[in-house]
């Protein structure tokens, strides 16, 4: 509290002027904002819904967008919020007749889609951004490069070599045997990758479903582009995509809950080094965080207590191994 009064004190100067834009703002392009954030939620939702059917749970779409709505409301309200929205999303698809299995690769799988489709985003805003102000996030960049490379060679390896695999596994068994604790590890990873391998989807369906979580980041891009558009201070676009990436990377750390103070300080700072005034930085990145973060807050809890506490029928789900929640799958139509 004394800190942000602090702040306040000695960035009073910036933070009248942010107060004036944001008195002026127009409220057509604010609604731009809002449809960009709705597209980001939507496709944000998509890819586990993609990945569901894929595994033979057919859900409606408006079923998975209702729980990741709320799963983002737990992740940004409380302390270690996302390891608590992960717990409860994974309990909320095991109660509705999702296995255990399915309901983990789902979620790590669309995880790692989501990383691997921000790095994409990194790498084409490393190369928009020219040289102003690139020396001041190089090593971060460079480092985010290489774990995201060696990462990607560690799932490729696991995915298309079979003696990739064996070796993997073989390290594993040894180091399990003197870990009770890591033997159990290692038999949930190894059922785990048996499971994203059976989703028996082709080249094509893993395109859609990484085009389905990179348009998540780029809508929610755009949302911020809207922002400052409804400002009337021009949109630097040259530094936009990087200035968003890196606010995002920093965001997911999760050092307070929702990122509070941090996105908020990550993207002011980022867009002042991309060429904007303080008061113009501070003004946009209050209005991007309304819409993205506090807007979602009370339509994500409200979507929790409606899921959370809506009776589920008891017995077997109808029909195949994975459980169809209730919705049987439309005829005609293949995983």
């Not at 939620?41 to 059917?53: E, G, H, K, S, Y």
């Not at 109660?95 to 669309?110: K, N, P, Y």
């Not at 951004?129 to 460079?142: D, I």
């Not at 676009?237 to 929702?258: D, E, F, K, M, V």
């Amino acid at each position: 509290m004394s800190a942000a009064i602090v702040v306040a004190v000695s960035r009073r100067q910036e933070l009248v002027e942010a107060s004036r834009l944001i008195a002026r703002v127009r409220l057509p392009e604010m609604a731009v904002a809002v449809v960009f954030e709705a597209l980001s939620i939507t496709c944000f939702a998509a890819v586990p819904w993609q990945l569901l059917r894929a595994g033979g749970a057919w859900w409606r779409l408006r079923r998975v967008t209702a729980i990741t709505v709320a799963a983002n409301a737990v992740a940004g309200a409380l302390p270690g919020g996302a390891v608590f929205s992960t717990a409860w999303v994974f309990r909320q698809l095991c109660r509705r007749g999702v296995e255990q299995v399915l309901a983990a690769t789902v979620l790590v799988v669309a995880g790692a889609l989501s990383a691997v489709s921000l790095f994409v985003l990194l790498v084409v805003g490393m190369f928009t951004v020219g040289s102003a102000g690139s020396s001041a996030v190089v090593r971060l960049v460079v480092g985010v490069l290489a774990s995201a490379l060696l990462s990607g060679v560690v799932a490729f390896g696991l995915f298309r070599f079979r003696s990739f695999r064996s070796a993997v596994r073989r390290m594993w068994t040894r180091a399990g045997l003197r870990s009770e604790r890591l033997q159990k590890a290692q038999q949930a990873l190894v059922r785990l990758v048996d499971q994203a391998r059976e989703l028996q989807l082709g080249f094509r369906p893993w395109l859609w479903l990484l085009s389905l979580a990179l348009l998540n980041w780029v809508f929610d891009a755009a949302c911020l582009a809207a922002c400052l558009w409804a400002l009337g201070t021009g949109v630097p676009w040259h530094g936009l995509l990087l200035a968003y990436t890196l606010t995002q990377i920093s965001g997911s750390l999760r050092l307070t809950p929702g990122g509070l103070g941090v996105v908020e300080a990550s993207l002011a700072a980022l867009l002042v080094l991309y060429g904007m005034s303080p008061g113009a930085a501070i003004a946009a990145t209050l209005l991007y965080r309304a819409v993205s973060f506090w807007a979602l807050q009370p339509l994500g809890w409200a979507c929790w207590f409606g899921v959370t506490f809506r009776a589920v029928p008891e017995g077997p789900t109808d029909g195949g191994t994975h459980g169809h929640g209730g919705e049987n799958p439309p005829e005609g139509t293949g995983t």
